[in-house]
């Protein structure tokens, strides 16, 4: 995506290469805005958000560290999406095994099964489990309802999918001839997936793992009817909060998340080279 | 001892047939109930963030801890409690012990079977609730009046009527909020001809209104905005609101509507199949308590729903309808709204706002 994937130095070259730099940067700004923007409100002075601010303070902040409902709502999101990423990959990666290796009746159908919450609205999927939860109680009596695993589970199918493209993606690519040397030298194909091909397919699984976590933590509409009293996730906490104020006191919490998000992904693509596997 | 036993049980008979007789006679004369002492742990399901900070800190931690009572919330927003309501209507034992919903919301949740009926045994604080709040399935928790706000500087002369915001010398400075279609379809319709069962006349008006020139915000933040920056300078709004953007710095005056003032109610409802049913008629009563309503008006706005609060004057100014719009105060038909909610917003989506 840089302009000296145009070379020479006709004028036709250095103006098709200035063009295509202007239109990254546009296109860069544009993706990049409504972060500026959320930053930039977080530190207005005022409650209403007006161009130019009244002054600038850092106050957004302090508030929004005084809220119960929204550090609750923090350590909510990142345990519901830790477990839900963590489960999605011991059900997705056999899944995956199976999907790229194997050659069975129904593969492409079980494929778009598993990618199938990604078409489903968020909001249908919620309500769904949650009649279906309801239902289960009634028959069985076991109190469902309310629990804290419904959101887990919810939450479980919307990493699903992220994790099934990616390691299976990954598993496609990886070069059989490793596997079949360590086969041929005696090691079950139980120890070959784990100490051959799972090293292997390390940066799918980590790309899977980081965004299972990003989509879980950020969903709002599939937890809306399955968080258990008692416990609220981030971002139904950012919309209660709006429900009653319209002060930038949210704007400073998305500073944090993105904050936390972008460190995360820093980390990430030092472990692992993400913009190949992506 | 056998005989003596046999006399002790025969004393017994005739005084526990005493005690029975006078029991009996007592439940005739006084029909109150004789609860539980209430205790252990409730749900509250209810809206977050500033309305759940103030209920824990006025009404949990002051009048239900030390009963005993521990208060857990369940924040949503009303249609998720709506549609757990109804979801759980077939449970033995649902999910919250306590709802908050609008006034509309509770009707259709009674009308639907799935809330208690309450009365003075069980809610002893009801006897105190005004009569225009009155029902026999909700505790009217707070409340407030659509009312006109206006910017002094570009609306000099005070409106007194939905009517001004037609005025010519007004166009394009008149906003409307999308999401408050139903009240703003209401308030054209009671200029209109119309009335609580019938806004029909109200569409019309609304077409004359965006031939002139109207801009739509799509929530109150929006139009927050538009009011402090004047991009706006005239609104139908809820008066708690107006107070709350006028603490706010927005630059904005109330004035009544001379066509009435349409009520905003948001009750606690207790369903059916609550699962700790005395704490929560316990929980009810505490939120109706004078402490906890005078609180709800002095930091949200919202004019308490008892008569035995007393509020510093200033305050009372600020958060109450003048006494002589009592007359005037109108609550929406929600036998009406529920009818013809769905065809209201079609017609906002696709006509008005096309």
Known sequence: MSGETILGRRPVEILARAALRAATALVLAYIAMPLALVVWLSFMAGEIMVVPPEGYSLRWYGVAWNQDQLRSGFVTSLWVAAVATTLGLLVTVPASFALARGRFPGREAVLQLLMSPLIVPGIVIG?????????????TGLPLAGSAWGIVVAHLLLTVPWCVRLVTANLVGVNRSVEEAAL?????????????TLPMIWPGLVAAAVFGFVVSFGNIEVSLFLVAPGQTTLPIAILQYLQWKIDPTI???????????????????????????V | MREGNTVMSAHLNRRAFGLLAGAAAAGIVCPRTVRAAPSGQIVVGTWGGDYQNLLQQNVAVPLMTPMGVNVVYDTATDTVRKT?????????????????????????MYSNGALEELDEGKVPNLQHVQPFLKSKYAAPHIYTGRVILYNPKLIPEKPTSYADLWKPEYAGKVGLIDLQYQTTIESAAMIAGGSMTNYEPGKAKLLELKKRGVKIYPTNEAMAQALKTEECAICIMWLARGVAWQK???????AYPKEGVVLYISDMV??????????????????LEPTSQEAFARTMGYAPTVDNVTLAPALAKQVSLPADLQSSFAKQDQDYLLKTDASLQEWWTKEFKS
Do not use: C, H, W
Not at chain 1, 127 to 139: C, D, G, H, N, R
Not at chain 1, 184 to 196: C, D, Y
Not at chain 1, 254 to 267: K, W
């Open chain 1, 184 to 196: 041929s030298l005696g090691a079950s194909p139980l120890v070959t997936a784990l100490t051959v």
């Open chain 2, 84 to 108: 757990k309501l109804m979801a759980e209507r077939r449970l033995p034992r649902g999910s919250m012990d306590v709802a908050a919903l609008t006034a509309s919301g509770s009707f259709e």
């Open chain 2, 248 to 254: 706010a710095g927005i630059p904005v005056e109330i």
């Open chain 1, 251 to 277: 704007a400073a919490v998305s500073v944090a998340q993105i904050v936390l998000i972008g460190a995360a992904l820093v980390a990430t693509s030092r472990i692992t080279n993400l913009g190949k596997v």
């Open chain 2, 270 to 287: 207790v369903p059916k199949n609550a699962r700790n049913k005395d704490a929560a008629f316990a929980y009810l009563n505490a939120i």
């Open chain 1, 127 to 139: 309500a769904s489990i949650y009649v279906f939860l309801v239902q289960v109680e009634i028959e």
